[in-house]
């Protein structure tokens, strides 16, 4: 069974600093998706970013980027210049066909 | 349109009571999902549809019934719940395999219910 793991339960950034958040996943595919979702106090799940198992390019939208370490299983999220409104729950999650699993999440503040 | 819509988004009931969840999505996927979540917690996966048969049911409680009338709609009815059935679910809607050009899952807001 996959699994991912988020080990980090809590980070905070200053804001317009840069911040990581790490994940790991275990899987025997070679084909899958990853996703970063944030989820604010709002509650609504918002896509951040998505990668394809089969790209080695790592994805890239805006302030955000990913490290996809393929061999490693790792795909950690670097957010830059962090906003305000960047405070929220960021959870990374696998996809293989019709099944999306999620990491436990991680809290992240951004301090004024 | 890349909107899930869930109805309604507040919900009390009682232990006795029953009430549906109702989601909605008009983006042509033919995979969607019901998600249970915590406070501070990942949503939990509770079932999947796949081209309107129910592919996956991840030993959910049979006081909690899915149904998807169509590849638009899909329902939770709920019957006899209990106070720890109290969470935010969540409805998604995605491609249901990966040859899609684009296969993320897109959730409605969610429900928050509440078992009293």
């Known amino acids: 069974a996959q699994t991912v793991t988020q080990s980090q339960p809590e980070m905070s950034v200053q804001e317009a600093e840069t911040v990581t958040l790490s994940c790991t996943y275990d899987t025997s595919e070679s084909d899958y998706y990853l996703f970063w979702y944030k989820q604010p106090p709002s509650r609504q799940m918002i896509l951040v970013i998505r990668?394809?198992?089969?790209?080695?390019q790592n994805a890239t939208e805006n302030r955000f980027s990913v490290n996809f370490q393929k061999a490693a299983k790792s795909f950690s999220l670097k957010i830059s210049d962090s906003q305000l409104g960047d405070a929220a729950m960021y959870f990374c999650?696998?996809?293989?066909?019709?099944?999306?699993?999620f990491g436990k999440g991680i809290t992240l503040s951004v301090r004024p | 349109d890349t909107e899930v819509t869930q109805t309604p988004k507040h919900l009390v009931m009682g232990m006795t009571n029953k009430k549906s969840l109702k989601c909605e999505q008009h983006?042509?996927?033919?995979?969607m999902y019901w998600y249970k979540q915590k406070a501070k917690k990942p949503p939990e996966l509770m079932f999947v549809?796949?081209?309107?048969?129910?592919?996956i049911n991840e030993s959910v409680p049979s006081r909690f019934s899915p149904e998807c009338p169509n590849s638009s709609l899909l329902n939770l009815h709920l019957h006899a719940l209990q106070p720890e059935d109290s969470a935010l679910y969540l409805c998604a809607s995605s491609q249901p395999n990966d040859r899609a050009l684009r296969t993320e899952a897109f959730f409605g807001q969610g429900t928050r219910l509440t078992v009293v």
């Open positions: 983006m042509g996927h033919r995979a």
């Open positions: 999650a696998y996809k293989k066909d019709s099944k999306l699993t």
């Open positions: 990668q394809e198992a089969y790209k080695q």
């Open positions: 549809y796949s081209y309107e048969k129910l592919s």
